[in-house]
């Protein structure tokens, strides 16, 4: 069967996450049904990373199987056509080796956490960002993420009901940065935890806070133990953005 490689942009707020539950509408079920309507069969996807409820994309990949050896560009415009009612949509379609899979021949995956420090309330950037009423030190929680790089336990930073075999991961790059009102934290590894990403940031808002300092952050890592973690952030500043093959 021809395998099709999907880009997927996604604004999570409405949805339950990527993967299809038995109640309530995800983005997974959203494409499936929209492939279904134009195919007229009932595929299922794989996508590379299993993203909460309220969490955003703009570069998740999944992957079908078609019966069909369809073109490239009618499967993105006519799935898009049948997405009109979703804030979902395929930005590339292409034809892919049987051996491609979304989920394990990715070598990188890549997020972004979003932080607005104003003290005005978000009107155009609500749901996108994590809005914070004071000013945090971008600077300070640049340093102190530092202490994440490379292969650590990321048990404290793990949710309790992570199914991941171990806690085990290596974080390839992460770093902070402020442009206006908006600090950008973006992170890279092969794969994460569940809720790692949201897990370090949110301590990390205790550092550019000042109540936590990098020894801190670092201590906590070092506990490998989730109470040690700090308040976990808000899923809507959360993108996953880019993954790699």
């Known amino acids: 069967m021809p395998r099709y490689k999907l880009t997927i942009e996604y604004d999570g707020t409405a949805y339950v996450g990527w993967q299809r539950q038995e109640h309530d509408m995800s983005v997974q079920q959203a494409i499936e049904e929209a492939l279904a309507a134009f195919t007229g069969e009932t595929p299922g996807i794989r996508g590379a990373g299993r993203t ?5 994309a703009t570069g998740q990949v ?3 199987d078609l019966s069909r050896d ?5 499967i993105r415009e006519a799935t898009n056509a049948h997405l009109r009612q979703h804030a979902v ?7 892919v080796s049987e051996e491609f899979d979304a989920r394990f021949s990715a070598l990188k995956r890549h997020y972004l956490y979003r932080i ?46 992570c199914q991941a075999k171990s806690p085990v991961k290596t974080l390839d790059a992460f770093s902070v940065s402020r442009d206006g009102d908006v600090i950008n934290l973006r992170c890279s590894a092969r794969s994460f935890l569940h809720n790692q990403v949201r897990s370090m940031v949110g301590s990390l808002k205790l550092v550019g806070e000042g109540k936590w300092s990098a020894q801190d952050l670092a201590d906590a890592l070092d ?6 973690c700090g308040p976990v952030c808000p899923p809507d500043g959360l993108y996953l953005t880019q993954v790699d093959y």
């Open 223 to 228: 506990a490998a133990d989730r109470t040690a």
């Open 116 to 161: 607005i420090d104003r003290r005005a309330p978000l009107a155009l950037e609500r749901h996108r960002a994590w809005h914070v009423r004071h000013r945090l030190d971008a600077q300070a929680m640049h340093d102190a993420a530092q202490c994440f790089l490379g292969k650590h336990d990321f048990t404290t930073f793990r949710a309790s009901q």
């Open 52 to 56: 909460d409820a309220g969490v955003h």
């Open 62 to 64: 999944a992957h079908v």
């Open 70 to 74: 369809w073109e490239a560009d009618k």
């Open 89 to 95: 949509a395929i930005v590339e379609a292409e034809r």
